[in-house]
C-alpha cells in the first residue's frame, strides 16, 4: 500500500491564482482531512470529509474548496490564492469508527503564495 | 471547545538519557489522545494512543500517561537515540474524528 499520497510536493503561485491540491489514499479509509501547518506550529483543520458525497468545515475553511467523489480521492481548492495561503498542507485518512483510530498523514505539499 | 498546548516548545538531552514531553488539554469531555512524531519535511506519523478509560499505555520505547484530573498528557521515550530527534504533537479527539493539535516540541538528541 502506498497509504496517502499528495501531489506536488511543492508549488508557488502568484496572489489571485488557483490551484488544486491532490490528495489519495488506498486504504479504503472513510474519513478523509485537509490540515494546513504554518511555520512552528500545530495543525490546522481545514475541512474533513466521513464519505464519498460528504464534507464539511473545520477552523480555517476560508479561501478553501473541496469535493469527494470517490472514497480515494479527496483534492483541495484554493480558487484565489493569498499570501495568508503560504502553508505547508496535509492530507490524512482514517478509518473514522467512532474516531478511535489513528489519521495517517500523506507527505505534504509546501505552498508558496507570492 | 477544545485547546490544547504543550509546556516547552524545545527539549534537548543526551544520547541514552529518557525524554519526557507534556501536554495539557482544556475539555475534560476529551476521551482519546494520540501522540504523533513529525521529522523536517515530512507528514505527522503515529507514535501512539491512549483511550480515557486508560492511564497509560506502553508501546516499544515509547510511554504515554494520562492524568484525567488535571487534563495532562504526557509521553516518555526511554533511552532517546539520534533518530528520535523530530517534532512531537499531542492530538486530542474534539468531536466525531476531529482532532485537535498542539503546537509540537522539538526535541533534540546530543550524541
Known amino acids: 500500500n502506498a497509504g496517502v499520497t499528495q501531489t506536488p510536493k511543492f508549488r508557488i503561485l502568484k496572489i489571485g491564482q488557483s490551484m488544486t491540491l491532490q490528495c489519495t489514499q488506498d486504504?479504503?479509509?472513510?474519513?478523509m482531512y485537509w490540515y494546513r501547518q504554518d511555520p512552528g506550529m500545530g495543525l490546522k483543520l481545514i475541512y474533513y470529509?466521513?464519505?464519498?458525497?460528504?464534507?464539511d468545515k473545520g477552523e480555517v475553511p476560508n479561501g478553501y474548496n473541496v469535493s469527494r467523489s470517490t472514497t480515494e480521492d479527496f483534492p483541495l481548492r484554493l480558487e484565489l490564492a493569498a499570501p495568508s495561503q503560504t502553508s505547508v498542507y496535509f492530507c490524512a485518512s482514517s478509518y473514522g469508527q467512532g474516531g478511535y483510530n489513528e489519521q495517517f498523514f500523506g507527505p505534504g505539499t509546501r505552498l508558496t503564495v507570492l | 471547545g477544545e485547546s490544547v498546548g504543550l509546556h516547552l516548545p524545545t527539549l534537548s538531552v543526551q544520547e541514552g538519557d529518557n525524554s519526557i514531553i507534556n501536554c495539557a488539554y482544556s475539555?475534560?469531555?476529551?476521551?482519546?489522545f494520540i501522540w504523533y512524531k513529525q521529522e523536517s519535511g515530512k507528514g505527522p506519523q503515529f507514535i501512539i494512543d491512549i483511550r480515557s478509560n486508560m492511564d497509560k499505555r506502553q508501546g516499544q520505547r515509547v510511554t504515554v500517561l494520562l492524568n484525567k484530573t488535571v487534563k495532562h498528557l504526557s509521553l516518555q521515550i526511554a533511552a532517546t537515540q539520534p533518530g528520535d530527534s523530530a517534532v512531537y504533537f499531542c492530538?486530542?479527539?474534539?468531536?466525531?474524528?476531529?482532532?485537535?493539535f498542539g503546537e509540537g516540541t522539538q526535541l533534540t538528541v546530543n550524541p
Open positions: 486504504m479504503n479509509h472513510n474519513y
Open positions: 492530538a486530542v479527539r474534539t468531536s466525531g474524528s476531529r482532532l485537535t
Open positions: 470529509s466521513v464519505g464519498a458525497g460528504i464534507t
Open positions: 475539555n475534560s469531555a476529551s476521551d482519546y
